[in-house]
């Protein structure tokens, strides 16, 4: 058996096994222990730990020394120091939408958490086309939990910089200043365009200037507004969903940026099931009811974000400026404002960008996917450029309708 | 002699000469040294150490226990780090224009500076109405390369970030938000508002509802805005000057916040020497001289520091996205917007607050001392409201000439 209280380094389903024999006290002394690698993100390794005896499971996360998304990112395994402490923080914030940790090993860069088998991710679910009623309930509510009650709205300043200081996170915040926020927006050689999209890209994207300047605008605040500590990579991948809970995890990404960043990630990825069930739903009325349920969650998650946000500033607020005439109106509708900019930003680099999602890819009609991608471009173009005018959901769900319009006109 | 290798405590001035004797290499065996306390600031005990034999000299300052400035505000004597390091890197960026820092001791708390005796503390300066030709453009050039040098426009972002966490500071940044961003913009108890423009304050800066809005927002945009790192109390106080030589000290407060900030202040403390020769010089013509002389100044640090700005934008630019068309004109734009918004802060918040300038202090005639301080809380306000019109030095200038008027005509 390896040592594993001497030196990191990348675990077997084997070692696995002993890492849970040895080093945790979730299993009884007489377990039948298997494990299977499931991971399928691109900077960890997930073995999954069930005692056949009497299915008792639980999950082990071990970060890997190279991210696996590519060579050239480099990522170091302290990410997962941070995602067990965010994760052991939003379960306080937010109890029971995010996966209980049992322990964090700082030598073998691994965190043991609560297995979540049970559940699916929700892209997954989505692609399939399942409904999830209560989505919009749950995550607005994590939304508000861990957004607002780390901002400096709520917390005591001095604390707050304490997290600041200890969730800056340089390696992951690049990945996203350059995939989201740089490559993008011109003919980088690292992007990856659906060969049919590209006309309309160089046409809509890359030609026009006026949105490469607000993108512009937009990374500076990422990189410098210490707003709330945010999850960072909140797309439907990082959702385990059953009906009745939904659990968010892989915060790895997680640093005091723009509380709008996560809550933008998760109307894009909205839409990206949405594209996925409009072009690939073949029967009418299944395809209305479907694109009609996804709309009403978009809505409804701007809607219950706005009002919880309201009800949760005004019980909890200590920051004494929180109570000027106005105040609250004006940092709810910058956070709108930053909701609208990063679903836009999500919608185009998830098309243009290195990392695509399987909603879009697995459209195999190219006609129909290139069509999806054209409708992602079109509403996150508007997201980006009409920020300042998103007051509701419905102000966001009318760019849906728009754009679908629009694209409606131009093919005729 | 007491042991400096063990715990920290405060030094006597014998103390300090023991101290020079064997903690530090930078006179010579046979010295003859005396020891002075000089210091007037409210953080900290300034030695000044003199070898007798040939004049050679040099400051120790060290962190006392807790601030002078009051009992209410403890602060740690990491501040004394945080000093250093930043003189250290200010010396790099711009040479000459800060102290040279020989050496620091984390035990006992202290620094040990090179001696600025020969330079005059310029709020002193300026209250006995001496003028200094190259201040503007000295200070330009400390503002640009200590403010866009450590952006995330030139540096590295992960390197930034690296900055970001050393000098998170969230004592003396506690202390900045209650009384700049806080307490001045209500009746608050800590307030020392002078008798007499009491009733203009509440009239003019509490009752006026936007106003006090308008500040909440900067509050938190000066809690959250990571942009570049800043001196955090750039007041003439803070500024040693002689003919030729600006030395720009006292930066305990430094940490990452808005650029404006900096300048900002800048601007509010050359408009203290202003109302203060407005209103204590008899001469009229040297009055107009000198008023005039200080107007200029105003307008060529801003100017002067937009030219150099730009230029070394284009120089040493490494963030790809600095290069996309109106994207440094737009950041520009927001630094300059934040610079008139902080000379409005500091014009209010040492009229209203806790904490005064001698130049209005000293104003002895006490209808004199009244229409100054007006005057600072007319220029203030507009500065405020009207910081997204602040496109050059000529806009500022404009607003104090504007200040006058009004004044003038409320008093017919």
């Not at 989201?180 to 011109?186: A, D, I, K, M, S």
């Not at 109307?267 to 009403?296: H, P, Q, R």
Request: with cysteine; aromatic share 10%; glycine share 4%.
């Amino acid at each position: 058996m390896k040592d594993f209280t001497k030196e990191y380094f990348t675990m077997t389903e084997e070692d696995a096994v002993d890492y849970a024999k040895t080093r945790m006290e979730f299993f009884q002394n007489d377990a039948e222990l298997t494990c299977k690698e499931i991971g399928d993100g691109n900077l960890n390794y997930v073995f999954k730990v069930v005692d056949t005896k009497n299915n008792k499971s639980v999950i082990i996360k071990q970060a890997g020394p190279v991210a696996r998304i590519s060579d050239e990112f480099k990522l170091s395994p302290d990410r997962n120091r941070i995602e067990s402490e965010i994760l052991q923080l939003q379960y306080k914030l937010a109890p029971g939408f995010v996966p209980e940790v049992y322990q964090y090993d700082p030598i073998m860069n691994c965190c043991v958490m609560e297995d979540m088998s049970d559940h699916e991710m929700m892209r997954t679910a989505l692609i399939n086309h399942k409904k999830f009623p209560l989505f919009a309930d749950h995550i607005s509510t994590f939304l508000v939990n861990t957004l607002l009650l780390t901002s400096d709205v709520v917390m005591d300043h001095k604390e707050k910089k304490a997290l600041v200081k200890s969730f800056i996170n340089p390696e992951l915040c690049e990945i996203s200043e350059d995939l989201v926020y740089t490559e993008p927006f011109y003919d980088c050689p690292r992007n990856d365009v659906f060969p049919a999209t590209k006309e309309f890209v160089q046409e809509h994207i890359w030609n026009d200037s006026n949105l490469v300047l607000e993108t512009a605008k937009l990374k500076f605040e990422f990189m410098t507004n210490a707003q709330s500590l945010i999850h960072g990579d909140l797309h439907t991948g990082s959702v385990f969903i059953k009906e009745g809970s939904t659990k968010v995890f892989d915060p790895e990404f997680a640093f005091y940026g723009p509380a709008g960043y996560d809550i933008g990630n998760v109307v894009a990825n909205l839409l990206f099931a949405y594209s996925n069930a409009k072009f690939t739903i073949a029967d009418e009325a299944a395809k209305k009811d479907y694109l009609y349920y996804l709309e009403n969650t978009i809505r409804d998650i701007i809607d219950l974000f706005i009002e919880k946000f309201s009800r949760t500033w005004d019980e909890k607020a200590t920051e004494p400026v929180a109570k000027v005439d106005g105040f609250k109106e004006y940092y709810l509708g910058t956070i709108l404002r930053d909701t609208s900019a990063v679903a836009g930003l999500e919608l185009t680099r998830r098309i243009i960008g290195l990392a695509h999602v399987k909603d879009i890819t697995s459209i195999t009609d190219p006609e129909a996917r290139c069509r999806a991608e054209k409708m992602c471009l079109t509403i996150g173009k508007s997201y980006i450029l009409n920020r300042d005018t998103m007051k509701s959901g419905s102000d966001f769900v009318n760019v849906i309708i728009d754009a679908e319009q629009q694209l409606l006109e131009e093919a005729e």
